[in-house]
């Protein structure tokens, strides 16, 4: 069975260059079956791989690129924030018009909890780390407004544009790559400490949470504390390893299965709207974002990662796809930034084929400079024929 090709997109990236001559250069010289266009992003500092509309970047804040429908949002407390360089259009209307007239499938790719704009308006649903400090980009997954909010998102999308299939991402606690974000420090000091640190949240939400199901927050929290006082205290070797003992407490091994209940519950709540699970699937960037699992694949239709480079897919990911039922509910994504020599991306392509891949996605056009496009054009159009 022959994949799907897709391409990631964001939509200014496609305005930019002119609606019709973008989606149709993908649908006729570039050859996929469809686009995966950012519905919402966190902020973006684009450089872009050749000139689109006369500029070589773009900016912009954390902010939906739709116009929302605000009926769907009358009561909600957190309501979308539209980017302020669509002025009056709507880019995602727009867009499906056009790739309907190409007959490209749309996707649209969905994060509902990054943000510094979206915490810096509703900062009571922020993540609040260890310290009391109150994230500057991360949404509580647990927090009842943030479920709320996700929930009015997949609605708005499903409710209002002719989409194939949402993609969800940002649906997690913060991971710990993303804690140089907010400090400076020495990352390598604290070993398994720095889940403690960067993604533990201690906001009202999650302590309220805890307490219902009997846990005591500030044990825990207590106990994380003292564990990082001894380690700056006397970082020697052996004390590096302090978290990976202290992570088989009982108390923090209660507090991780608590972490992973609430991204579900967030979950949950955000794939409602959707009619079937075929409508949705799920975006995996990390692996210290929440476990795929049984449970979480009852709500979604498939998974989306990036494919390793050479195709190394390590245990963990084969059990992923396994959960979905194989290979064929999987898209594999090849990045313009870990693959960019010609006959490796033809080679990538066809190992993903092999694989058994129903989706084969390439992220992402804007950034994508001449050469890495042509060379898309070539792997997809070999793909193809090797498949007949």
């Not at 009926?71 to 909600?76: A, G, K, L, M």
């Amino acid at each position: 069975m022959q994949p799907q090709f897709y391409m990631y997109c964001y939509p200014w990236d496609l305005e930019d260059e002119g609606l019709e001559d973008s989606i149709g250069r993908l649908a006729g010289e570039i050859g996929v079956d469809g686009i995966n266009v950012a519905a919402t992003t966190s902020e973006i500092r684009e450089f872009r791989g050749r000139e689109l509309g006369g500029r070589q970047t773009f900016i912009t804040p954390a902010a939906v690129h739709f116009q929302p429908d605000k009926t769907v949002y009358s009561n909600h407390r957190i309501r979308p924030i539209p980017g302020a360089w669509m002025k009056s259009r709507n880019p995602l209307e727009r867009i499906c018009r056009v790739a309907e007239k190409e007959k490209l499938a749309v996707r649209v790719h969905l994060g509902v909890n990054r943000g510094r704009a979206l915490v810096e308006r509703y900062p009571h649903a922020a993540c609040v780390n260890i310290f009391g400090d109150q994230s500057t980009f991360c949404l509580c997954p647990r927090h009842p407004d943030v479920q709320q909010y996700a929930s009015g998102l997949v609605t708005d999308l499903l409710k209002n544009y002719p989409i194939d299939e949402v993609e969800l991402t940002g649906f997690a606690f913060p991971t710990q790559f993303e804690l140089f974000d907010e400090y400076e420090f020495d990352f390598d000091l604290f070993n398994d400490l720095r889940d403690a640190i960067a993604c533990f949240c201690f906001c009202s939400s999650c302590w309220q949470g805890m307490t219902d199901k009997g846990g005591n927050l500030e044990l825990i929290r207590n106990m994380l504390l003292d564990a990082i006082k001894t380690v700056l205290a006397d970082n020697s070797r052996p004390l590096l390893d302090r978290g990976g003992v202290l992570f088989q407490s009982p108390e923090i091994v209660d507090f991780c299965a608590f972490r992973k209940q609430s991204e579900m519950s967030l979950l949950k709540v955000a794939t409602s709207p959707a009619p079937s699970k075929s409508r949705l699937r799920l975006y995996r960037r990390e692996k210290d974002e929440v476990t795929i699992d049984d449970a979480i694949m009852r709500i979604a239709n498939g998974i989306a990662f990036f494919v390793p480079y050479d195709n190394d897919y390590d245990s963990e990911m084969n059990a992923r796809m396994a959960s979905v039922g194989g290979p064929s509910h999987c898209m594999g994504i090849h990045s313009l930034w870990s693959v960019n020599d010609g006959p490796l991306i033809v080679k990538e392509v066809q190992n993903s084929m092999l694989a058994g891949f129903g989706g084969i996605a390439f992220d992402h056009y804007g950034s994508a400079h001449e050469p890495w496009l042509d060379w898309v054009r070539q792997a997809i159009r070999f793909a193809r024929r090797e498949a007949r």
